[in-house]
């Protein structure tokens, strides 16, 4: 069965430092979300792609966060300056727009905790 | 905005049935979405039912919607201790390939 993959699974970094996490979504999946979950919360989104572009950032801190889909098909998320506020769980979920239903496939997420 | 809401835990014994709340408020709500999370991991998709459904069933899984009062809940029947874990409810809007918008999760724990 077709899985969304993450890397790395745990990171842990002093703040002030450079942090970047790697998704690739569910081969054909043209929409790939990232999402951050803070412990005891529900997820709420970061970032979304429809292929290459970004559809919807407006919860992106953009200071210190950066996404990117340079070719459409894995992402990265990049975190710089890290901040003791950033430690989360950070999952990558996709979609296919062909789904009606439109479901959304999580990755196992990477487990951040800044120092 | 949108908001979900959920109670935040539930303690039920093996074998007997778990019903889990949420309510919602965006009344242009398409899809509303159960997911599972164990300790850890990601968040494993469950069941989903469109709006203009009142019941889906799917093995141990019932989803009653409430359109009206905007009240959904998710059934497990014979309750197995393989089956604690965080269960969220995530509702999408109308517009097409959205973001979900998740509740805080209810924490399922099940007593052998």
């Known amino acids: 069965e077709a899985e969304v993959a993450q890397s790395p699974r745990y990171k842990i970094t002093e703040k002030s430092q450079a942090v970047a996490f790697w998704c690739d979504p569910i081969?054909?999946?043209?929409?790939l979300y990232w999402y951050r979950q803070i412990l005891g919360q529900g997820p709420e989104l970061l970032v979304q792609?429809?292929?290459?572009?970004?559809?919807?950032d407006s919860q992106l801190p953009k200071d210190r966060f950066s996404a990117e889909r340079l070719k459409g098909v894995d992402s990265t998320l990049k975190i710089q300056p890290a901040e003791l506020g950033d430690s989360a769980m950070y999952l990558c979920?996709?979609?296919?727009?062909?789904?009606?239903?439109?479901?959304?496939?999580f990755g196992p997420g990477t487990r951040l905790t800044v120092t | 905005g949108e908001d979900v809401e959920q109670s935040l835990f539930l303690s039920v014994r093996e074998g007997d049935s778990s019903v889990i709340n949420c309510t919602y408020t965006?009344?242009?709500?398409?899809?509303l979405y159960w997911y599972k999370q164990e300790p850890g991991a990601g968040l494993q998709l469950l069941t989903y039912?469109?709006?203009?459904?009142d019941m889906k069933q799917d093995q141990r899984l019932t989803v009653l919607l409430n359109k009206k009062d905007k009240h959904l809940s998710l059934r497990i029947a014979d309750t197995q201790t393989g089956d604690s874990a965080i269960y969220f409810c995530?509702?999408?809007?109308?517009?097409?390939?959205?973001?979900?918008?998740f509740g805080k999760g209810t924490r399922l724990s099940v007593i052998a």
């Open positions: 979920a996709s979609s296919s727009p062909t789904i009606t239903s439109y479901e959304q496939y």
């Open positions: 995530a509702e999408r809007e109308w517009a097409g390939n959205t973001p979900l918008v």
């Open positions: 965006d009344s242009s709500s398409t899809y």
């Open positions: 039912i469109f709006s203009n459904m």
């Open positions: 792609f429809q292929d290459e572009s970004v559809v919807d």
């Open positions: 081969s054909g999946h043209a929409t």
